[in-house]
């Protein structure tokens, strides 16, 4: 069984950045699509970042499109999470998770359907 562990998350004020990382075990990483999401209090989940595992395309959620990058570093078995020029509106609680195969990673992350496995999460707070 494919498990997650989500990093790096914390207070930070507007403007700054922050990276999530989040590490898999278990099974290998290349097996899986991976994908960010965040909940912030009374509101839904939104689906934020995704890469493929099978060509490496990715997907950003226009809200974080231009500040927000994906990457994957197969060594360590983790996918990152660079946020820059963070805004409040960024607070939530972000969460990593895993589908099987190679589904297309837009419609995997914008409809957040499908995965198999999630993190545990972390906290992202952006405040001055």
């Known amino acids: 069984q494919l498990q997650l562990v989500e990093s790096g998350g914390g207070l930070v004020q507007p403007g700054g950045s922050l990276t999530l990382s989040c590490t898999t075990s278990?099974?290998?990483?290349?097996?899986?699509?991976i994908g960010w999401f965040r909940q912030a209090p009374g509101k839904e989940r939104e689906g934020v970042s995704g890469?493929?595992?099978?060509?490496?395309?990715?997907y950003y959620a226009d809200s974080v499109k231009g500040r927000f990058t994906i990457s994957t570093d197969y060594a360590k078995n983790t996918v990152n999470l660079q946020m820059n020029s963070l805004k409040p509106e960024d607070t939530a609680v972000y969460y990593c998770?895993?589908?099987?195969?190679?589904?297309?990673?837009?419609?995997?992350?914008?409809?957040?359907?499908?995965?198999?496995?999630w993190g545990q999460g972390t906290q992202v707070t952006v405040s001055s």
């Open positions: 998770a895993a589908a099987r195969g190679s589904p297309n990673i837009e419609v995997l992350i914008s409809l957040g359907n499908g995965l198999d496995y």
């Open positions: 890469i493929s595992n099978s060509d490496g395309s990715t």
């Open positions: 278990g099974f290998p990483l290349d097996y899986y699509a």
